[in-house]
Structures are given as structure tokens and as C-alpha cells.
């Protein structure tokens, strides 16, 4: 089966039977998928694309419905529609998708350097069309992205084949088809000019002028432009050529092709000018698809500016690969390479712009008598000498875009290509620059630089370790160089020993240097005396964050200022490239830079600044966390947090799903701040901290990251001396034995955070406590001994004239009742705890109440009853953000529906509760259990 999105959007069968797809936003859940074929395509991204932006109330619905019906027609295909948390994947082999076939063939087409087999690629490829791409998908962002791609994609190729073909004679093998794409696109000034060359070629020079004139008189009278040098070119070719060689058309068509010698400058001497690349390190592994990308941007024939921008963090390997890629194409330049060393980063001063034009000027043959003095003269005679020439230059280690600016040539034929520790934006936004960031090297080829360096032979005796040691290198060439350099000096070490004490965190960057002190610090350190003051602040301040990632918000509780600043701060450093924004608003940083870090810290900031941003830490987080927690469930902060000493930075949370994938991002480094507060004697912030937390834990999918954050904060507590801290994380401890069914345990804990509670003023803790040990003891199947201590929990919360609470012990008791057999009971329950409640209240306890209501309708035969409740709902934990009871609601429905026989109503509100339960691991019910509250507030929102 294949998929067909270069036509009309279908499937075709192994037989040629065309398999039809009915109805457009189906077409185009296929197109998109299959466009990312093996990837995985949000939902909230598939809607707004099938939608074109404004997706309406019922779409994920129907997208549930076109994803049933896609899966249907592909059942007897090795192609399949996967479910991931995030969302849908079509999963099979690439081939299966013309587009992605089409996109393999052209680019297998451009890295061979055999001109026959390239066309007879691209050909192939060009085959595969069927039409314009995404036929029947309705106009849209899909077909303004996607269905643009394709069609630019068709026509480089279309170029590429001309380009080919050209060269092996055969120009008019591309007529038909160059024509039919200047149809299409008759301003594309390159695709105008293959079509005159390969007329021309082809001995119809005439219908090659009418060509050439019929754009030119389009570029004036639409743009108002003349044609480029490109196209005046192909036109300059055929006026060029004489009858007698059109006759002669084999020997014209390779002497019209042949690169000319550029006209020598006035001044100027003609001797060669000399390739000034410096010399090769050994050892070079890697980097294919960058040279790749390399030669798209820089290689002859580019479509864009010609200049390519290499950043990356120290070590990564930008200099390396731009001169490595220079010398694999020195040929292509005959003008000459030249190279220079800008010294942007590190000790010595960086290298003047006039200066290196002089140098240039002087390498291509300009006496020194003719150079310009001011620089504006020496730029343009520069630009001047350069603009018919084929050179290619090579900027390293540039510090700014002003150092670069007057460097650039100004010939189409020639070439740039840039490195920079910093990201050089204005080079980008300026000079049309084409960026690339180069990252760590992947594991494959960072085992092959250790095995090139320190020994084939000894990586194969010790695969597991070299992997290691590669991973303690953060797989950076710089890094990886100086380890196996070392193992290259030691023939009698094994890679284990240089893992054992690369493994000390303590001695591994001092182990990453060489003796010449160049290495990992040196590097890092050249690069961080370029940033402001407060990055540089920062990036110390940086090793007090335990978590892999830190926000804009953290960032400025360590550095006491607003978060404008600190998120300018981390602007700097992001773009000298010592963080990453791993997400949006999300940064990260290597392991050797965490290091550098912890380095930085120790050496630069005082204990007692230490401390103070540690504090600062500390409670900007006890404040983001109670904020957090009031989107989950409406609790309060324990009584006495430290609210005076809370961040001045606000995290805005808008929704509860926002509030629970903020602490998704935070869980490991909040468990980090809570064991690392009680290690430095502030457990009351440490336990407040994981108090916090509980309600965050709440229908998660890990309720072993929910015991460990209770487990430590009991941990501090017990150093406290505070009996309702004791009280809190007991109770805490408790709800998290339960959420992993350790009942005996969690009853044990619960009964000692009553204990404590009883000591107290009499309270909502207390009550808290009570239902939980209730709700406990129902687990452990003690259902009345459970319903006593709920009742009891009823009775104290009216005393108290508690609404909340009491509305909270009904429908605990209505859960109850139902697993004790008494649904008319539990009905009666059910709904005394909704009256306590504002009219359609989307609260938790609201929300329990009504699933709990919905069964024992349905228990007592009351379908239609139960029915019409369970569409309210649906609505109402939807509009809540509560996936779990949502999940239940759902699955009910399709119950409901298919003992009703309305197998087709059913599915979608089944497909509905697959998709919100992923995650929830093989033991997720969504039965009534899910409508018992153990952890609850007492205000209801």
C-alpha cells in the first residue's frame, strides 16, 4: 500500500488499485501524518492544520473518527496509525509515501557525482507525480505549508535534472518539462534560465530568446526588476552563438557550458592565487549531513546568498567542518580559498576587518601600492575584484556581524562560510545568511572518533564503556578528542579506567584539559569572557539548580531581579550557545558546562550569596508550587508559608493542564530542592515545599515520584519540631501508599497523621485526615468500619459548619454505598453533596459527586437519566481539564450506548477515553473507583 499525497490524496495498493479517501479533512489527516511518517504529530498541531486554525467544539472527536476509518482502510497494509501521549504516528517504511520517496531519490540524485545516474534518479522521482501535491485537501495552512514544500521541492528537482542534463548533452530530454514548470512559475529567474539553456542546447535558439524576452518583459512590468545575472547569462550564451556553431551544436553545447577565467583586475598580478585553507587534523569522522547541507548553501549553483553561518559551543567542531568541507570542494573554486582565523573568542585581541581585507586584497594578487587605505575604499575594491570571480572564503571564529560584513564578496560565484561561538543574528537577518547550529555528535559517530584516535581494537573489547565515555564527553568532538588522545598515550589503559575517574565529577573537567591547558575549561572559560555581567552571574548561579532544565522565572529568583532581565540574561547565554532552549521558555544546559558551573560557583560567589540565592530558590518555588496546586485542586498553602519571603516573579499558570505540565517539567529538580533544603538545615522550607506538591501528584501516572517527594518532605519535617508539619506529610506519605495500593502502610501512616491532628485545634486538617483513613479502610474491603469513619467525618464537618467538607463526606459516602450494594442510598448521598455545591460547579468534589450519581442511576435502571448526566459530564470535566474523570465519563458513555446497541455513537466516546487514559499504564480502570477523593480541599473552586 502507498500513499499518495504528489496528486490527488489516496492510496494505491501493491496491484495499481487506487483505494479512494472520501472527504477532505480526512485527506488531510492522511497528508499530515504521512508527510511525518515514523514521527509523532501532536493532536492540538493535527487540529489546527486539518482546521486551518479555528477548529470547532467537536473536532477531536472527529478527528478520532477519520483516525478509526484511516486505520480501517490501511488494516491489510503494513502501514499502521499509532496512539502516543501526544498523538497520532503513521508508522511504516518511508517508501510507502511518494512525497518522502520523490524527496530520497532527488537527494540520492544530489550526492552522486555521476551525471547519468543522477538523471535517471531525479527522473524516477519526477515519476511519481501525479498532479499538484495534495490534491483535494481544502486551501489551508496544510496546503500553504506542506503542499508549498512539495511543489518548491518539484521544482529544484525539475532545475537539477536541467542542471544534469546539460552537462551530459542531453538539455532536451528537459524541455517538456521545464516548460510546464514555467508555466507554473515563469518569475523563478533560475528555472527560466535552464529552460533558454536547454533550448538553446537543443539548437532552438529562437524559441530560447522568446523565452528569455517574455520573462523579461514579466519581471519589469510585474516587479519591476531587470532579469539577474543568472538569467542574463543564458541569454548572453545564445546571442553569443554563431550559425556555424549552432551547426556544430556538440562542440558549442560543452565550450557554452566550460567556466570562464574572471577578468584580471587593473593592478593586479596574474599569477594563481594559492589555497590559504590551514592544514587537516587526522582523525575526522562524521558530520554527512552537515557537508551535505554545506553544499545546498555554499556549493556551486546555490540558490540563496551563498553565505553559511556554522555556531555551536566550544569544541563542537565548527572549524574542523567548515575547512574540512572547503577542501572537498576546493575544486569547484578556481579562484582561489581563503581563510582567516577572526580570533573572536579566546586571549588574544580580535583580528581588525581592514587588516584582513589588506591580506585578502594582497592574496589575489593586488600590489600593496594599489590597496585603499580607508576602509570604506579597500571594501569596495574588494567587493570590485570579487564580483566575477568563483572564490570561496572561510570566516572562523568570527565575533560579531560587523566583523564579517566588509569580508563578504560580492560575486554570485562566490562563496562564504562563517563560525561563531555566538549566533550572529544580525548576520542572519542582514545578509540573508543561512544558519546552522552544530550540536554533539551522535553516539554512533562519537564511538567512531574514540575507536579513529585511541584504537579500533579496544573500543570492540569494551563497547559499554566507550559508550560512557563518550556520554562523560557529552559526546563533544573537543572532548572526545582529549580522552582518547589520552588512551592513545597510555597503551596499557582500558577505557573502564579512564571511565572510573572521568566518573568523578569532582576530576573530569581537570581530566579534559591537555597539557598545554588547552581543553574543555579553556574553551568554556574564552567563551564566557564575552558575556554581560549578569550572564555571567548567572551562569555561576546556575550549578545552585539541581534540575536539568531551568525557566525564566527560576532564573531570576537566583539572580533577585525581574524576570525581563533574567530572561535576557539567558538570551546571552543561549546565544553563546553555554545553554540550549531545550522547549520553549526551557533551558539546559551540557553536563561538562553544569560542571563548569559547579566550578564557577565555588571559585566566584560567596558562601553567604550562595545561601541567599539558594533561599530565593527555594521559596520562589514554595510559591509557583501553590500556585500550581491551586489549578488542581483549590487547597491552601499550609498556614505560616513563607509568603513575605515568595518570589517577586509570577509563574502565570491559565488552566490546570497547565499548571500540571509546568510541574511535569519540574518534578526531579522540586524532589532535588526538597532533599537538598533539609540537608542544609531548612526543613521548614523543604517540607512546605513537598507539601505542596500533593495535590500536583494527583491522578498521575507515577506514583512513585509522588512517594519519594512525600518521603523526603516527612524526612524534614521530622527535624522540624513542628507537629503540623509531622501531621501534613504523614498524611502525605499516606495518600501516596495508597495511589500504589500499599493499603496497610498507607492506613499505618494516615492513623499517625490523625494522631498528630488530634493534638491540634480541631479543623479541616483533622477532617482531611479522617476521610482518607475512611477511604483506606474501604481499600483494605473494611466497608463498614470505612462508612463509620466517613459518617463520623460528616458529622465533625457540620459542627464545624464546613460546607465544603460535608459536601466532600457525601459523596464519599455515595462511593461507598455503591461498592456496599445500596445505589438507592448512595443516589440520595450523591446528590445532597451536589446541593451543597453552586449550580453546575466544575470543583473536583462537584465532579465526583455527579460520576458518583451517574452509577447509581445506572444501577437502579435509570438509563436515560443517566444518560442525559453523563453528556453534562462529559462537558464539565472537560471544561475542568480533569483527564481522569473525563476518561470515565467517557468510557461510561460508550458502555452505556453499546448496551443499547448504538455500536456506531459508541466509538468515538470510546477512542475518547484510549486517548485520555494513555499513559495511565495497563492497570488504569476508569470505573467508580475514580470517583473517590482521598486528597481534597475544603474550598471548592
Known amino acids: ?231 542574463q547569462a543564458a541569454f548572453a550564451t545564445v546571442v553569443a552563438c554563431s550559425e556555424h556553431e549552432a551547426a556544430g551544436a556538440a562542440h558549442s553545447r560543452s565550450q557554452s557550458l566550460a567556466p570562464t577565467a574572471p577578468p584580471v583586475p587593473e593592478g593586479a598580478a596574474s599569477t594563481p592565487v594559492l589555497t590559504q585553507l590551514p592544514r587537516l587534523p587526522g582523525g575526522l569522522v562524521g558530520r554527512d549531513r552537515e557537508s551535505r547541507w554545506l553544499d545546498r548553501e555554499c556549493g556551486p549553483g546555490h540558490e540563496g546568498a551563498g553565505l553559511a553561518l556554522i555556531t555551536g559551543p566550544a569544541g563542537a567542531g565548527k572549524t574542523v567542518l567548515a575547512v574540512r568541507w572547503a577542501y572537498a570542494v576546493a575544486g569547484q573554486f578556481p579562484d582561489g580559498q581563503l581563510f582567516v582565523d577572526l580570533h573572536g573568542f579566546g586571549p588574544q585581541e580580535p583580528v581588525d576587518a581592514h587588516a584582513v581585507l589588506g591580506h585578502f586584497l594582497r592574496a589575489l594578487g593586488v600590489p600593496d601600492e594599489h590597496i585603499p587605505e580607508d576602509p570604506v575604499s579597500r571594501a569596495g575594491c574588494f567587493r570590485t575584484i570579487t564580483q566575477d570571480m568563483r572564490l570561496l572564503i572561510v570566516l572562523d571564529n568570527a565575533p560579531s556581524a560587523e566583523d564579517v560584513r566588509d569580508l563578504l564578496p560580492a560575486g554570485p560565484g562566490c562563496s562564504t562560510v562563517v563560525t561563531s561561538r555566538s549566533q550572529l543574528g544580525d548576520l542572519v537577518v542582514m545578509e540573508g545568511a543561512a544558519p546552522l547550529t552544530l550540536g554533539t555528535l551522535p553516539l554512533p559517530e562519537a564511538l567512531e572518533l574514540i575507536a579513529r584516535l585511541a584504537g579500533t581494537e579496544r573500543v570492540r573489547a569494551e563497547p559499554e564503556m566507550a559508550r560512557r565515555l563518550a556520554e562523560l564527553c557529552d559526546c563533544m568532538p573537543l572532548a572526545l578528542r582529549i580522552a582518547a588522545a589520552r588512551l592513545a598515550a597510555r597503551p596499557r589503559w582500558t577505557i573502564s579506567a579512564l571511565v572510573d575517574e572521568l566518573e568523578d565529577e569532582r576530576l573530569r573537567l581537570g581530566m579534559l584539559q591537555t597539557i598545554g591547558d588547552s581543553g574543555v575549561i579553556a574553551a568554556l572559560a574564552s567563551t564566557r569572557g564575552q558575556l554581560t555581567p549578569e550572564a555571567g552571574r ?131 529538580a522540586i524532589l532535588a530542592l526538597i532533599r537538598m533544603a533539609a540537608e542544609d538545615g531548612e526543613p521548614d522550607r523543604a517540607w512546605r515545599l513537598a507539601d505542596n506538591c500533593i495535590n500536583l501528584h494527583l491522578g498521575r501516572a507515577a506514583p512513585g515520584a509522588w512517594l519519594d517527594c512525600a518521603a523526603a518532605g516527612l524526612s524534614a519535617a521530622k527535624h522540624s519540631d513542628d507537629t503540623y508539619a509531622l501531621m501534613r506529610m504523614h498524611y502525605a506519605v499516606g495518600s501516596a501508599l495508597k495511589a500504589r495500593g500499599r493499603w496497610e502502610e498507607a492506613q499505618s501512616e494516615v492513623e499517625n497523621a490523625l494522631a498528630c491532628a488530634s493534638s491540634l485545634p480541631a479543623g479541616e486538617d483533622r477532617l482531611r485526615c479522617r476521610m482518607a483513613l475512611g477511604l483506606i479502610r474501604a ?7 470505612a462508612i463509620r469513619c466517613i459518617e463520623q467525618a460528616l458529622d465533625e464537618s457540620r459542627e464545624l459548619g464546613h460546607v465544603g467538607a460535608q459536601a466532600l463526606a457525601l459523596s464519599n459516602l455515595s462511593y461507598l454505598l455503591l461498592a456496599a450494594g445500596q445505589p438507592a442510598a448512595a443516589l440520595d448521598r450523591a446528590r445532597q453533596a451536589t446541593a451543597q455545591l453552586p449550580s453546575r460547579s466544575s470543583s473536583v468534589t462537584s465532579l465526583a459527586a455527579l460520576l458518583n450519581e451517574i452509577e447509581a442511576l445506572n444501577c437502579l435502571g435509570e438509563v436515560a437519566k443517566a444518560e442525559e448526566r453523563l453528556a453534562e459530564a462529559i462537558g464539565r470535566c472537560r471544561a475542568r481539564g480533569h483527564r481522569d474523570y473525563e476518561a470515565t465519563a467517557e468510557l461510561w458513555y460508550a458502555e452505556l450506548l453499546e448496551r443499547a446497541g448504538k455500536e456506531s455513537e459508541a466509538h468515538p466516546h470510546r477512542a475518547a477515553a484510549a486517548e485520555l487514559s494513555a499513559g495511565r499504564g495497563k492497570g488504569w480502570k476508569a470505573e467508580r473507583a475514580s470517583a473517590a477523593i482521598s486528597l481534597w480541599s475544603c474550598e471548592n473552586r
Open 538 to 668: 548567572l551562569l555561576a548561579l546556575l550549578a545552585i539548580h539541581p534540575g536539568g532544565e531551568i525557566d525564566g522565572p527560576a532564573a531570576a529568583a537566583l539572580l533577585d531581579c525581574e524576570e525581563a532581565a533574567a530572561r535576557k540574561a539567558l538570551d546571552v547565554l543561549v546565544a553563546y550557545h553555554l545553554v540550549s532552549e531545550a522547549r520553549p521558555g526551557r533551558f539546559a544546559r551540557h553536563d561538562l558546562v553544569r560542571l563548569y558551573c559547579a566550578d564557577l560557583l565555588a571559585s566566584e560567589i560567596t558562601v553567604c550569596h550562595r545561601r541567599q540565592s539558594r533561599a530565593r530558590l527555594l521559596d520562589h518555588y514554595i510559591a509557583v508550587t501553590a500556585q500550581a496546586a491551586s489549578f488542581t485542586h483549590a487547597s491552601k498553602s499550609a498556614p505560616g508559608s513563607p509568603s513575605a519571603r515568595t518570589s517577586t516573579v509570577k509563574v502565570r499558570f491559565h488552566d490546570r493542564q497547565g499548571a500540571v505540565d509546568w510541574y511535569q517539567c519540574e518534578e526531579a
Open 779 to 785: 481499600d483494605l474491603n473494611n466497608l463498614d468500619e
Open 1 to 231: 500500500m502507498r500513499v499518495v499525497l504528489l496528486g490527488p490524496v489516496g492510496l494505491i495498493s501493491p496491484d495499481g488499485a487506487e483505494t479512494e479517501v472520501r472527504e477532505g479533512k480526512r485527506q488531510a489527516v492522511l497528508a499530515l501524518l504521512a508527510a511525518r511518517m515514523n514521527q509523532v504529530v501532536p493532536v492540538a498541531r493535527i487540529l489546527e492544520l486539518v482546521w486551518d486554525g479555528d477548529p470547532p467544539p467537536r473536532a477531536r472527536q472527529a478527528l478520532q473518527g477519520h483516525v478509526a476509518e484511516l486505520r480501517r482502510q490501511l488494516s491489510d497494509s503494513p502501514l499502521a496509525i499509532l496512539w502516543d501521549d501526544l498523538g497520532y504516528e503513521l508508522r511504516g517504511a518511508p517508501e510507502a509515501v511518494d512525497a518522502l520517496e520523490f524527496r530520497r531519490l532527488v537527494a540520492l540524485a544530489a550526492r552522486t557525482t555521476e551525471d547519468e545516474q543522477a538523471v535517471a534518479l531525479i527522473r524516477r522521482g519526477l515519476g511519481l507525480w501525479r498532479g499538484s501535491a495534495l490534491m483535494g485537501v481544502a486551501e489551508g495552512e496544510l496546503r500553504r505549508t506542506l503542499g508549498v514544500e512539495l511543489e518548491a521541492a518539484r521544482v529544484l528537482a525539475v532545475e537539477a535534472w536541467a542542471d544534469r542534463a546539460l552537462r551530459l548533452g542531453s538539455g532536451g530530454d528537459a524541455v517538456a518539462t521545464l516548460e510546464e514548470a514555467v508555466r507554473a512559475d515563469g518569475l523563478r529567474e533560475s528555472l527560466v534560465g535552464a529552460l533558454v539553456r536547454c533550448l538553446h542546447q537543443e539548437g532552438r535558439q529562437s524559441e530560447a530568446l522568446e523565452v528569455y524576452h517574455q520573462a523579461r518583459r514579466r519581471l519589469r512590468d510585474e516587479l519591476g526588476v531587470i532579469p539577474g545575472t543568472q538569467l
